[in-house]
């Protein structure tokens, strides 16, 4: 059954295994205990706060005129219990540059990333794909943001 129009779908690739994987993942951390230990730590980018740990990734993004729309580091589940995001992510609008973009994440990234489409908003979310990894998410989708700079400018 193909999805509808309207709903999200995903456009990374992702064996079998990882996605069972990806499931393990998410029962164990369900199970464990989760105890506050520290307030997100965020900074300004422009008039928004943005998780710290995004903001290399953001402002490289912002500096290409790319723009985001929503974004969360979630790099710790003992950061924030109650409003922790279980994946990094950033959410950014459909257009040409954030097309070559996404493709270039995909193939830089590999299956650390995992990438949905929603046609009814025309916009794009990069996630980790993996619980856990969203500190190394971070740095990685910075570095790709800056390798896809150089790129542009290069290129």
């Known amino acids: 059954m193909s999805p509808k129009p ?4 995903v456009i990374s690739t992702h064996s079998v295994e990882r996605w069972h994987r990806r499931r393990s993942e998410l ?3 369900l199970q464990r205990p989760k105890r ?11 008039d928004i706060e943005v998780d710290v740990e995004m903001f290399d990734a953001l402002a490289c993004l912002k500096r290409m005129n790319i723009p985001t729309e929503f974004s969360c580091a979630g790099v710790s589940p003992l950061d924030e219990p109650e409003d922790h995001s279980l994946y990094a992510y950033i959410t950014m609008p459909a257009s040409e540059k954030t097309d070559r973009f996404v493709q270039f994440a995909m193939e830089r990234m590999k299956h650390r990333l995992l990438v949905t489409y929603e046609p009814s908003g025309k916009r794009y979310d990069l996630s980790s794909f993996f619980i856990g990894h969203n500190r190394s998410y971070c ?14 400018h290069h290129g």
């Not at 309207?6 to 779908?9: C, I, M």
């Not at 570095?143 to 542009?152: G, N, P, T, V």
């Open 36 to 46: 506050r230990l520290r307030a997100k730590q965020v900074v300004w980018l422009g």
């Open 139 to 152: 740095l990685l989708l910075g570095a790709c943001a800056e390798a896809f700079a150089r790129l542009e």
């Open 27 to 29: 029962a164990g951390w």
């Open 6 to 9: 309207e709903e999200e779908q």
